[in-house]
């Protein structure tokens, strides 16, 4: 655990939520928290992405609530499967996910994550609405949908998948306005979140951001 987070680390436990659209820095921001803190991290959008994978694999309907649902049992996430970031499984992830039957059978599984002894940091779309809403800080990363875009094609070239930029871009926004428009748990900041604008800074300045905010909210 980092000296500077001595703060926070007297705490029981520390919740620490972080919500925002797609290729936003919300992952990044997260997992580096998780080490500053020394806490365990849950990135929510594999498991919509692994349902998604296993539906796609089977060969299922996405526009079918039943048999997404059905794709939710048994869930086996392999991290190192590249399909899981793939373009199709990103948008069948996110038709998905507004599925109410979907939802209510991941719940569970994050909740009690969020629940450890110890704190946890979560990543996703709701964690700060839904999933935690106890949580003791609330972040909510966002960035502009170009800035997201190119970021996003960086992360699919290093993993070997080249895309062209203007179809990154239009899935980023298709999947902007359909996270924020569902019924069911939309993508929208809790009211007592902290919005961290990521437009115009790297992977470090956005970390260093994230943890001055953190430990400002904590000290008011
Ligand atoms: O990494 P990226 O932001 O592109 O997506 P993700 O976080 O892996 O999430 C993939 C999709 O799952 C999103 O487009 C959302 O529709 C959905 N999702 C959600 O509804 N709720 C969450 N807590 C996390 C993801």
């Known amino acids: 655990m980092a000296e500077n987070s001595a703060s926070l680390a007297s705490r029981k436990a520390l919740l620490i939520a972080v919500d925002g659209p797609a290729a936003s820095g919300k992952g990044t921001i997260a997992r580096a ?8 991290h ?3 959008g594999l498991l919509y992405r692994a349902v998604a994978l296993n539906l796609w694999r089977w060969g299922g309907d996405p526009g079918n609530e039943f048999e997404a649902l059905r794709a939710c049992h048994e869930l086996g996430i392999d991290h ?4 899981l ?8 992830a996110s038709a998905i996910s507004a599925y109410p039957a979907v939802r209510a059978a991941l719940l569970e599984r994050q909740q009690d994550f969020a629940g450890q002894p110890g704190g946890a940091v979560l990543d996703g779309r709701d964690i700060g609405t839904v999933i935690a809403p106890e949580a003791n800080v609330k972040l909510f990363v966002t960035a502009t949908p ?3 875009a190119r970021r996003r094609m960086g992360e699919l070239m290093a993993r070997g998948m080249p895309a062209h930029l203007e179809d990154v871009l239009a899935d980023i926004r298709a999947r902007d306005a359909r996270d924020s428009q569902r019924d069911v748990a939309p993508l929208r900041a809790a009211d007592d979140a902290i919005l961290l604008d ?3 800074l790297d992977i470090d300045g956005a970390i260093a951001e994230a943890i001055r905010l953190i430990e400002e909210r904590a000290a008011g």
């Open 146 to 148: 170009e800035v997201r």
């Open 85 to 92: 970031r793939s373009e199709p499984v990103s948008q069948i």
């Open 33 to 40: 928290l998780a080490r500053h803190y020394g806490l365990p």
């Open 42 to 44: 849950m990135d929510t």
């Open 198 to 200: 990521t437009t115009e």
């Open 80 to 83: 190192d499967d590249p399909e």
